[in-house]
């Protein structure tokens, strides 16, 4: 797929003549799947958040820390309906800066939220999320939540905690949440998304990647409780190696001091394109 346009600090000639290659070589790949031609589109909404609209136009969402986030930008911040309706959420783990608004949301769309099993399961039972939005899987397990559009759980090597205020006590708890996953997101076209989720360095990385196949990698960054730049840099060259890369999860805890430069330097000499992107910018393939 061919980046047509980017919005925002970085220049739509430059990310275009990056990709130029990888567009020939993913339209011979992936001979027209099912006909689809329209474009697909990211919006991020800072540390793992995403929006992906899909070639056929649905909308996807991934780890929503919308209203907590401290660099979501205000209009979304402000009013979760501007994200507009969603199609399908997904979340990684129950850490807040990953399930953030995610019941909200799917109460609001009435829309299921796909995530670990045992994350799922103590959302329903302690009231947090109505059991019928509620889709449990586990690693390796592959969905299909929506025509054409397939999903895989995939490793991730994190934790996972959910903390909620019991309303009856008003204490602060405490509850397992079960094992964080990553997503291996199929669109109708064919084209591959990786989002890591919340990960440190595994060497199953290279299994997931050359058994999937990734296109675009959504990686985090920061540190402290997930890869660094150094590390995340060695993952891509070593294990991943895929043709483009979005680095995630920085910016947004004072813990997490990884930094968009740090990790450049670190990519340098690579083949591997770096598609950099502020909060509430948008990228189209």
């Known amino acids: 797929m061919r980046i047509h346009s980017f919005t925002g600090a970085i220049g739509v000639t430059l990310i275009a003549s990056l990709l130029l290659a990888f567009t020939a070589t993913t339209q011979a790949q992936t001979p027209a799947a099912a006909g689809v031609q329209g474009k697909t589109e990211l919006l991020w909404f800072g540390q793992a958040g995403f929006r992906i609209k899909t070639p056929a136009g649905k909308m996807i969402l991934i780890d929503p820390w919308i209203t907590g986030g401290p660099k979501t930008p205000p209009m979304y911040k402000n009013d979760l309906a501007a994200i507009g309706p969603i199609d399908l959420l997904l979340v990684t783990h129950a850490h807040v800066d990953h399930l953030g608004d995610a019941p909200a949301i799917a109460k609001m769309n009435n829309t299921k939220l796909y995530g670990p099993a045992d994350m799922v399961t103590p959302l329903t039972t302690l009231g947090i999320l109505p059991a019928d939005l509620g889709h449990r899987f586990n690693k390796t397990g592959r969905v299909t939540p929506l025509p054409g559009i397939k999903v895989t759980a995939v490793q991730a090597e994190h934790s996972s905690l959910l903390v909620w205020k019991n ?76 043709k483009m890369v979005i680095p995630m999860h920085y910016g947004s805890n004072p813990m997490t001091k990884g930094t968009l430069a740090e990790f450049q330097d670190a990519m340098k000499g690579s083949s591997i394109k770096i598609i950099p992107m502020a909060e509430g910018e948008t990228v189209q393939f």
């Open 167 to 242: 309303p009856a006590t008003e204490k602060m708890e405490s509850h397992p949440a079960g094992e964080p996953m990553g997503y291996i997101i199929e669109l109708e076209n064919g084209f591959k998304i990786w989002h890591m989720g919340d990960t440190g360095l595994f060497s199953d990385m290279k299994f997931i990647s050359e058994h999937y196949k990734p296109d675009l990698v959504l990686i985090p960054i920061g540190g402290n409780f997930t890869m660094a730049p150094d590390d995340a840099a060695y993952a891509l060259r070593t294990w991943v190696k895929p």
